[in-house]
């Protein structure tokens, strides 16, 4: 009779025994699952869509009653203190990448004496008439621009007398100009000082890379006619700005020249004629405020 109570007790307890392993490796394999698959989560989520999500709470507690401020206080620090992490690092990558834009954008590409056009630049050109040549990406508009400001004005004339200009032909405008200097008694160092003024030195020079235009006989009667008045309105439309407006000497380094414009694409020239702005300005601009 005692054995087989105490059998059927050690029987019982063994069974318990089973039991209470089998609830524990249960809670055990569950509260693994629930771990990993909140780590996993966590990972896959998105930066963009959690600092979103915070900004839209941030903004909902702000707006409401003490009562709900103090109730989250903790969280809200945490949160805070996590977006504005994440808001500057997205920043950050956000200004790197408008930087790398601006820098990338061949419309833009600025070219002065400090700005030698680059050795591995590459472009294609196309023929604006038998003699003249403009970047492809850009000749439609330019053709356009002539075109318009022809009809416009009811006939102005207008014409590009230089376009694209290699290296070679670019020494020779600049090497003319410094004889022609020299021979009004200048030295040579005098010469080729204003020479770059109104010449660009070679390799300094935007027609080089296909992307300015000289109209007319480049002088600065052109500043009088109708086609300048035209363009002054009206060519940032088609993408083009007056590159070394009067009065920005100081800083283009060049001379006022009605006659040079320079394509920079129309997103570019219309904040440049609405701002006023040389170049080396709207670069400048473009940096501190991306
Ligand atoms: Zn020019």
Redesign the pocket.
Known sequence: MYKRESLSRRKRRLRYARIRTFIILVLIVGCSVVFFQNNGRGKNEQKPANSYAISIEDSFYSGNSEGVIEDNTGTKDMNTNDMGKEAEVDNEEERENIKEKSIDDWRIMLINEDNPVPDDYTFELSSLDEFREFDSRAIDDLKMLIEDCRRETGGATIWAQ?AYRDRSSQERLYNNKIKQYMNSGMSKEEAEKLASTS??RPGT???EVGL???FNY?NVEFENTKAFKWLADNAHKYGFIL?YPEGKQSITKVIY?P???RYVGKEHAEVIKSKGFCLEEYIEYLKNNS
Request: cysteine-free; aromatic content about 14%.
């Open positions: 230089s010449v660009s020079s935007e027609h300015a235009v000289d480049a590159r020249e006659w040079h414009f």
